[in-house]
Nanobody, 124 residues
């Protein structure tokens, strides 16, 4: 079992930056693909960014491409999401997830473990 705990959320103004962290415990995530999803009120959970087990491959939703960067530190069992030039439409609960599939995954059903989420609010 993998336990995931997100941190780093908060309230920021449009144009600001935030860095989310996802700390894993229970077992190493070095063989897992990792991803970030988000869910805004009244909307479905959507893919934001994903990274392969070795960090060499990443994928992003079009809405965040060029503004967000996903990275990982397998030695620390942690995944990060750097969010720059944030917009009000980035407001959501952000979830970290781990997938046993090989390669970057961008579908909800392809992830096996989920964190509890962290709230991110961007004011205009």
């Amino acid at each position: 079992q993998v336990q995931l705990v997100e941190s780093g959320g908060g309230l920021v103004q449009a144009g600001a930056s935030l860095r989310l962290s996802c700390a894993a415990s229970g077992q190493t995530i070095s063989t897992y693909s990792m991803g970030w999803f988000r869910q805004a009120p009244g909307k479905e959970r959507e893919f934001v960014a994903g990274i392969s087990w070795n960090g060499r491959t990443t994928d992003y939703a079009d809405s965040v491409k060029g503004r967000f960067t996903i990275s990982r530190d397998n030695a620390k069992n942690t995944v990060y999401l750097q969010m720059n030039r944030m917009k009000p439409e980035d407001t959501a609960v952000y979830y970290c997830a781990a997938s046993q599939w090989v390669g970057v995954r961008n579908l909800y059903d392809e992830y096996d473990y989920w964190g509890q989420g962290t709230q991110v609010t961007v004011s205009s």
